[in-house]
């Protein structure tokens, strides 16, 4: 069965920097594109950004275009998330997600989320 | 963007009511809407995507109806486990946004 595990979380100053991890597993990990979605405390749903099957295209929203960089190694079947810059406001639960088709912005598999704390 | 707007915020209901979440979104978005369930300090789980198209495991009291840019989703008779915050999401185009969600809580 399709498996998410996230790992790499933890606290940092504002302006430090974190990177997180997705292992995948129970699918052809280079067949699909793949999500981070976060959730800061108390509050709803934010897709972060966005990397297509083959690594070509990546996406952000707004709030971490230029700090956050999303990546993928196949060979490992890991999909990461390099965080830069951080702010408060960074402050959230990290999920990798994905579909059921290639690119797919249905986001029918979740991990289970990292807790990343950025504060002083 | 797509904004993505629910009604109503939070929603107080017994076992055994019917109740009706509304989504709309700010711009056509044609049948690409998902709704999904979060218990606290779980990770969402996807209960409809294509608008009506119930997730495989998903009971059936759970359906979602729209197209275009208004939606809803409505569970039939609620059960003690469907106390749970809602999202509808739309899966159109990028960025993905979701609604600010649907707090159910027991009365």
């Known amino acids: 069965q399709v498996q998410l595990v996230e790992s790499g979380g933890g606290v940092v100053q504002p302006g430090g920097s974190l990177r997180l991890s997705c292992a995948a597993s129970?699918?052809?990990?280079?067949?699909?594109?793949m999500h981070w979605v976060r959730q800061a405390p108390g509050e709803g749903l934010e897709w972060v950004t966005f990397?297509?099957?083959?690594?070509?295209?990546?996406y952000y929203a707004d709030s971490v275009k230029g700090r956050f960089t999303i990546s993928r190694d196949n060979s490992m079947s890991t999909l990461y998330l390099q965080m830069d810059s951080l702010r408060a406001e960074d402050t959230a639960v990290y999920y990798c997600?994905?579909?059921?088709?290639?690119?797919?912005?249905?986001?029918?598999?979740w991990g289970q989320g990292t807790q990343v704390t950025v504060s002083s | 963007d797509t904004q993505m707007t629910q009604s109503p915020s939070s929603l107080s209901a017994s076992v055994g009511d019917r109740v009706t979440i509304t989504c709309r979104a700010s711009?056509?978005?044609?049948?690409?809407l998902c709704w999904y369930q979060q218990k606290p300090g779980k990770a969402p789980k996807v209960l409809i995507c294509?608008?009506?198209g119930l997730q495989s495991g998903v009971p059936s009291r759970f359906s979602g109806s729209g197209s275009g840019t208004d939606f809803t989703l409505t569970i039939s008779s609620l059960q003690p486990e469907d106390f749970a915050t809602y999202y509808c999401?739309?899966?159109?185009?990028?960025?993905?946004?979701f609604g600010q969600g649907t707090r159910l809580e027991i009365k």
């Open positions: 997600a994905k579909g059921i088709n290639r690119d797919d912005y249905n986001l029918l598999y």
């Open positions: 129970g699918f052809t990990f280079t067949n699909y594109g």
């Open positions: 294509a608008a009506s």
């Open positions: 999401q739309q899966s159109y185009s990028l960025p993905l946004t």
């Open positions: 990397i297509r099957f083959d690594g070509s295209n990546k």
């Open positions: 711009q056509s978005i044609s049948n690409f």
